[in-house]
């Protein structure tokens, strides 16, 4: 809703004049709000990964004698671990970057390097289903002012997505592309693709279109948060296009820095 939330102090100066003070807490009240909310799914999400682990322990000890039954719970301890520890960065991650509103420690990062490490990291994972990843850059430049960790984590939260919701033998492309005053990192994938309502949602924290199926893939419902409050902070965009059941693209604009310019601003920055 746009309601409005306003504070009204009045405060006679003398006889003749009262002060009124009007605050507008609409904006403080809608951040608190978010907060709220942030931690409320914050402890449902958590619980379900920490409820496993304690079942898991519980079944470890009932079955001391069977080691097989042993190792088999403690494999499965082990992916709930990674899974919750996997959470936990997430949720520090998008925290920081909700924080604040741009990169304080901005240096020129070259995104094209960022999409391959982002490439090679999801490698395995795409070979083992089958599908072929790809990574075409242009002559660039490829270089922006940022956070190169966080701009590799936001590329492969893509290519990540791209596989995970994405049938075996399929084909994924990421190309790097320099555009007029920006870089852009497209992400082409084959896969079950998003309806407009969809699309609409997938941004906020933990949405996910289908629960078990990111579940399954070991998703955290934080991995398109990220890549939108990423993009933001650097001054850029996040644009999707997808029709279900054929595919989608994601595509990252960030804001190019090059010559004299970026010479400029690193300089300021360095200050
Ligand atoms: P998750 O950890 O569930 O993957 P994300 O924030 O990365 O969380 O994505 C949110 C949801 O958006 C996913 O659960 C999935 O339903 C949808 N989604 C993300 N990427 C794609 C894609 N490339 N193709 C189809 N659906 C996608």
């Given at each position: ?106 240096k020129p ?36 002012l ?114 004299e310019r970026a010479g400029r601003e690193t300089s300021e920055l360095a200050d």
């Open positions: 809703g746009a309601e409005l939330d306003l504070r009204v102090r009045v405060a006679p100066l003398n006889a003749d004049i009262v002060v009124v003070l009007v605050e507008d807490r609409t904006q403080a009240r809608r951040i608190e709000e978010t907060r709220r909310d942030f931690v409320v799914n914050v402890s449902h999400e958590l619980k379900t990964p920490v409820g496993g682990l304690r079942l898991l322990s519980e079944a470890v000890e009932d079955a001391a004698d069977d080691s097989e039954a042993v190792a088999r719970f403690a494999a499965r301890m082990k992916t709930e671990t990674v899974r919750l520890s996997n959470l936990v960065q997430e949720i520090v991650d998008l925290s920081r970057l909700q924080g604040a509103d741009t990169i304080a420690t901005a990062v070259d995104l094209a390097e960022c999409a391959h490490r982002a490439v090679e990291e999801t490698r395995l994972l795409a070979e083992g289903r089958g599908i072929s990843l790809s990574v075409r850059t242009d002559e660039g430049p490829h270089l922006v940022g956070d190169e960790s966080l701009l590799t984590t936001a590329c492969r939260n893509l290519v990540n997505n791209a596989v995970n919701y994405s049938g075996d033998e399929t084909r994924i492309v990421v190309a790097v592309s320099s555009e007029d005053d920006a870089v852009a990192v497209q992400v082409t994938d084959q896969g079950v693709g998003l309806s407009a309502a969809e699309i609409e949602r997938i941004f906020e924290r933990f949405y996910r279109v289908d629960p078990a199926r990111s579940r399954q893939t070991g998703g955290t419902g934080l991995g398109l948060a990220i890549v939108k409050h990423v993009c933001a902070n650097h001054g850029g965009q996040i644009r999707v296009w997808s029709e279900p059941g054929v595919g989608s693209t994601f595509e990252m604009q960030i804001p190019a820095c090059n010559g």
